[in-house]
């Protein structure tokens, strides 16, 4: 079966830089987006930044803009979070998030893949 699993979570200092990584256990076929979000206490879910497979463009969310920076190997078997100039309102729970086209005998259209989610915290 398919597993997302993120690492690098952790407790860090406002201003320092954090990496965090998604590797992709089995396989997945027909990806239309790999990306990551986070949840913070008493707020909904955000999208931090998505790839889109069909022609790599890439969008980032105001909040992260200029600060965060995603990668994918070749493979598409790794999803890459490199998170820079930390604060203290980034303190969430992150999540490995991979969108694909399934097509099947048993179901076609659109599902998501999420991983367990790292916690960062940014606090002095």
């Known amino acids: 079966q398919v597993r997302l699993l993120e690492s690098g979570g952790g407790l860090v200092h406002p201003g320092d830089s954090l990496t965090l990584s998604c590797v992709v256990s089995?396989?997945?076929?027909?990806?239309?987006?790999m990306g990551w979000y986070r949840q913070a206490p008493r707020k909904a879910r955000e999208l931090l930044v998505a790839?889109?497979?069909?022609?790599?463009?890439?969008e980032y969310s105001d909040s992260v803009k200029g600060r965060f920076t995603i990668a994918t190997d070749a493979a598409k078997t790794t999803v890459v979070l490199q998170m820079n100039e930390l604060r203290p309102d980034d303190t969430a729970v992150y999540y490995c998030n991979v969108g694909v086209y399934f097509d099947s005998s048993y179901y076609s259209g659109e599902y998501e893949y999420w991983g367990q989610g790292t916690p960062v915290t940014v606090s002095s």
């Open positions: 790839t889109l497979s069909r022609d790599g463009t890439t």
């Open positions: 089995g396989r997945l076929f027909n990806i239309l987006r």
